[in-house]
């Protein structure tokens, strides 16, 4: 698969590749909005030159489930610097004592590091421990074992988190314990996806500048023999709005968000973005 990237089009379900595991309760709850609203939301985030989707796994098995055979698309070049990966960092609403996770993670493979780490975990009253696997494994298997420390620890009621806001949260005591994974790189994550693996769900997140959003595709341009043309239609008569960083919609957004916006679509947005939506056009017709 190879596009044009940073343009927003109609993309083939079966060329595009999820690097993350999918939650099948979330595809089931897109599947299930996108069917009762009879639209497609927000574009998938792919890189123009692999497919690979680095936004959107579930939106993209949502679409499988209801049988689109083609999905809206914001083309990307995955290395470019107006990508950036970032990642998840957790949250904890209950303790775990550090004999218990020593134990947990001493299970795993993993031994205390001075130095670099696969997983950093830092308590409320200052104590830091880090680990790095012991075996000579690849990205996806220390990935696979850092999930089963995940799951594990769901029962100290985990909320995910930007990573650069984890350590300030646990000091300010707004939760009592909190932890990081090690960071991945783009050529991981594009060779982990050309192996035909996938990363365990959260194991990063992807700034992308200017992310278009709510484009509020109706399903039946989708379903139709000329979609891409219909497609292109229904762009052309609406507006882009742009949003600056830190905007706040379904979450917040570090980076710019592009909001497309139809008067006749109005009922689609979530009124505290309609707001936001309307006053930037005021001050851009003034």
């Keep these: 698969m190879k596009l044009k990237p940073w343009t927003i089009t109609l993309a083939d379900t079966e060329n595009l590749h999820p690097h993350e595991q999918s939650i099948p309760q979330a595809v089931a709850r897109i599947a299930e909005d996108i069917a009762q609203k009879e639209r497609f939301i927000d574009p998938v985030i792919v890189d123009a030159e ?8 579930h939106r993209v098995e949502a679409a499988i489930r209801l049988g689109l055979g083609k999905i809206p698309v914001y083309t990307v070049d995955y290395m470019s610097p107006r990508v950036v990966l970032a990642g998840w960092g957790r949250a904890a609403s209950k303790n775990i004592s550090k004999d218990e996770l020593r134990g947990l993670f001493g299970r795993l493979g993993f031994t205390e590091s001075m130095a670099s780490y696969d997983a ?4 409320s009253d200052g104590h830091v421990i880090q680990v790095k696997h012991s075996g000579e494994l690849s990205t996806k298997q220390v990935y696979e074992k850092l999930s089963i420390i995940d799951q594990s620890l769901q029962h100290l009621g985990i909320a995910y988190v930007r990573d650069s806001d984890v350590e300030e949260l646990v000091k300010q005591g707004k939760h009592v314990f909190g932890y990081l994974l090690r960071p991945l790189k783009k050529e991981e994550v594009v060779s982990i996806v050309k192996q035909g693996y ?13 992310r278009p959003m709510y484009i509020n595709c109706p399903l039946e341009i989708l379903r139709s023999s000329d979609a891409v043309e219909k497609f292109t239609e229904f762009l052309s008569e609406g507006v882009w709005v742009e949003l600056g960083p830190g905007a706040e919609l379904d979450r917040k957004y570090d980076e710019r968000v ?6 006749d679509l109005a009922a689609f947005y979530p009124e505290k973005l309609l707001k936001l939506v309307k006053s930037s056009l005021k001050q851009t017709l003034r």
Excluded at 120 to 123: A, D, P, Q, S, V
Excluded at 198 to 210: A, E, F, N, Q, V
Aim: charged share 30%; hydrophobic share 40%.
């Design 258 to 263: 592009m909001v497309f916006y139809r008067e």
């Design 120 to 123: 950093r975990f830092i308590w």
């Design 50 to 57: 692999t497919g690979l989707v680095v936004d959107g796994t």
């Design 198 to 210: 996938r990363l365990p769900p959260k194991s990063t997140r992807h700034l992308i500048d200017r």
